[in-house]
Every structure is written in structure tokens, then in C-alpha cells.
T-cell receptor
Framework: DVKVTQSSRYLVKRTGEKVFLECVQD?????MFWYRQDPGLGLRLIYF???????EKGDIPEGYSVSREKKERFSLILESASTNQTSMYLC????????????FGPGTRLTVL | EDQVTQSPEALRLQEGESSSLNCSYT??????LFWYRQDPGKGPEFLFT???AGEEKEKERLKATLTKKESFLHITAPKPEDSATYLC???????????FGAGTRLFVKA
């Protein structure tokens, strides 16, 4: 079974703090994704990575950056957290090919005060 | 513009009362359509991938079907444990982007 883990289930930070969200997958997937999920807005793609050190912006990259130094690990960084970044953050991974199904982690509920 | 619309937004059923959830989409060249189940406070759990019109897939009480413009998730004789939000997503050919619908919240009462 594919396993995607995220470093924290719940996180509370203060405005202006630098925040790191970590995601690890154990299935040797090439593609990894960061989404945020807000009520009424569904899942929105923040960043996507298709290989180590490679990244592409999604729909809402402003205020975020990412890092992928190893194939299994994809980090989301909030350089200076703001209250409008309070959300559920979901990491996913997939392997390119016929299926391209994305498998999700459990999510991190981030609250910025 | 590529879009995915799910209906209804919420559905309340009695245990054993079969029904269907709808996902309509507009993309230029469908690569795949995905159904997920999401429980409150958790990440989406993969259910099905459909690739071409006419395709059907089943898992326990769930059956997903696909036409050229929409997909249905049929729930037969649902149980309270089927209560969750069901998400539909589509992927366009040639790209990496997956577009998610807003989901249908299903409540099954015993």
C-alpha cells in the first residue's frame, strides 16, 4: 500500500513565523503535490514537483515555497505565516503513467494566530 | 475553462436507501477521472480511476460510471459508515494538473 505521511496533524503558529510542513512518501513516486483545502473552495494546488529539485507553481503559490532535496520528501514552507494561511494542508504523491492516481497524506491542520 | 461540478452539495439518506452522486466536467481531452472518499479531518482516500466513456468500476456498495461529460457514483444500500465527503477530480491529457470538485457530503442515517 502507498503510504504518505505528514509531519504534524495539528500545528498552531503566530503571524510572521516561518513554518515548515514535511511530507514523506514510501512508494518511490516521482510526482509530489501540496494542496490546501478550505470550506467551499475545495482542494487548490499550491506547488507540484515532478523530480528532485524540480518544482512547478500551482494555482495559489503566493506566500509559499517548496523544497525537494530527496525523492521521497517534499517540504512546504510558509516564509512569513499570515492568518489567511490558516487551512488544511494536504500532501499527495503519484507516479506518471497510465494511472497517475494521487495518493494523499492525512493532512496538517494549520492555525495561524 | 476546465471545470468540475459535483451535485448535490449534500445528500441525506436512510440506511438501505440507494442513490447516486453526480460529477460533471469540462476538459479538453480527459486523461483520467478519480473518485475519493474523505472523512472529517483526514486526507482523501482513493476509490476509483476511470479513463474512458462506458467504463465502470465497483467496490463493495460503490459503483462508478463514466460518460463523455459526467460520472456517477452509485451507492447501493448504504450504511452509516458510508457517511463521508466524496470528491471527484479530473486530469487533462498532457498535463499534470488535477482539478477537484467541491465534493458531496453524504449522511447515512441508521
Amino acid at each position: 500500500d502507498v503510504k504518505v505521511t505528514q509531519s504534524s496533524r495539528y500545528l498552531v503558529k503566530r503571524t510572521g513565523e516561518k513554518v515548515f510542513l514535511e511530507c514523506v512518501q514510501d512508494m518511490d513516486h516521482e510526482n509530489m503535490f501540496w494542496y490546501r483545502q478550505d470550506p467551499g473552495l475545495g482542494l487548490r494546488l499550491i506547488y507540484f514537483s515532478y523530480d528532485v529539485k524540480m518544482k512547478e507553481k500551482g494555482d495559489i503559490p503566493e506566500g509559499y515555497s517548496v523544497s525537494r532535496e530527496k525523492k521521497e520528501r517534499f517540504s512546504l514552507i510558509l516564509e512569513s505565516a499570515s492568518t489567511n494561511q490558516t487551512s488544511m494542508y494536504l500532501c499527495a504523491s503519484s507516479t506518471p503513467g497510465g494511472s497517475d492516481t494521487q495518493y494523499f497524506g492525512p493532512g496538517t491542520r494549520l492555525t495561524v494566530l | 475553462e476546465d471545470q468540475v461540478t459535483q451535485s448535490p452539495e449534500a445528500l441525506r439518506l436512510q440506511e438501505g436507501e440507494s442513490s447516486s452522486l453526480n460529477c460533471s466536467y469540462t476538459v479538453s481531452g480527459l486523461r483520467g477521472l478519480f473518485w475519493y472518499r474523505q472523512d472529517p479531518g483526514k486526507g482523501p482516500e482513493f476509490l476509483f480511476t476511470l479513463y474512458s466513456a462506458g467504463e465502470e468500476k465497483e467496490k463493495e456498495r460503490l459503483k462508478a460510471t463514466l460518460t463523455k461529460k459526467e460520472s456517477f457514483l452509485h451507492i447501493t444500500a448504504p450504511k452509516p459508515e458510508d457517511s463521508a465527503t466524496y470528491l471527484c477530480a479530473v486530469q487533462e491529457g498532457g498535463g499534470f494538473k488535477t482539478i477537484f470538485g467541491a465534493g458531496t457530503r453524504l449522511f447515512v442515517k441508521a
